[in-house]
Structures are given as structure tokens and as C-alpha cells.
């Protein structure tokens, strides 16, 4: 059975640091470009940041440029979201997401950040920014 956990949310004061777990069971996530997208309350799902093996690059979108780092551990089957330097904007559920058809997060770019490309998904993991 293909599966995705998130883990690793929780509240963290502005300026704060967290670090989101995406844990993969029934597929190898090495074969797979994994996308972290997150949904605030009343607002549409946003894509975050993709990372794709192939080729090993990165894509973050302008808002977390620079706080965020995305990262993989192919033993653990395990993609982790680094985010420091919180803002109270970066409130949502974070969910990650797995694609066989991202060759490269470089060279696509913000095309990455589509969900349509991504077929499997976790269920999320609640991050609150607040004082």
C-alpha cells in the first residue's frame, strides 16, 4: 500500500524553527520528485518547494526562499522541510506529495508547484506560527 506521512508540525513562535517529516511505505521515494505544498484556512492549496533525484535540484517558491530547504534521506525513505525563520503567513496544514513525472525541479520550476503532477499524497501536518 503507497503511502505518505507527514510529521514534525506543531506551534512555534514567529521566527521559529520547524522541521516536517514526509516518511514514504510501499514505494521508494528516490524514484520520485517530492513536492511540500501547504493550505491556510480559507485560502487554496500553495505549492512550496520540490526536489527531484534525477537531478538532484531544488525549486522554493519566492515566499520561503531562503528559510526553507527541502532535503531527502534515501535510507530512511524520508523527505524532511526545513523551515526557519517563521512568519505568522506560514500558518497551514503542510502535506507533501510524490510524482513520477518531475524530471527535473530546475528546469520545471514553477511548473512543479502544479498538483496535478503529483500522484500520491500524505494527509497533512498542522503548522501554527504565533506568539
Known amino acids: 500500500q503507497v503511502q505518505l506521512v507527514e510529521s514534525g508540525g506543531g506551534l512555534v513562535q514567529p521566527g521559529g524553527s520547524l522541521t516536517l517529516s514526509c516518511a514514504a511505505s510501499?514505494?521508494?521515494?528516490?524514484?520520485?520528485?517530492i513536492g511540500w505544498f501547504r493550505q491556510a484556512p480559507g485560502k487554496e492549496r500553495e505549492g512550496v518547494s520540490c526536489?527531484?533525484?534525477?537531478?538532484?535540484?531544488?525549486y522554493y517558491v519566492n515566499s520561503v526562499k531562503g528559510r526553507f530547504t527541502i532535503s531527502r534521506d534515501n535510507a530512511k525513505n524520508t523527505v524532511y522541510l526545513q523551515m526557519n525563520s517563521l512568519k505568522p503567513e506560514d500558518t497551514a496544514v503542510y502535506y507533501c506529495a510524490a510524482s513520477n513525472r518531475i524530471d527535473s525541479a530546475q528546469h520545471m520550476g514553477a511548473v512543479t508547484m502544479a498538483s496535478g503532477w503529483y500522484d500520491y499524497w500524505g494527509q497533512g501536518t498542522q503548522v501554527t506560527v504565533s506568539a
Open positions: 526536489l527531484t533525484t534525477s537531478d538532484g535540484t531544488t
Open positions: 510501499g514505494f521508494t521515494l528516490d524514484r520520485y520528485a
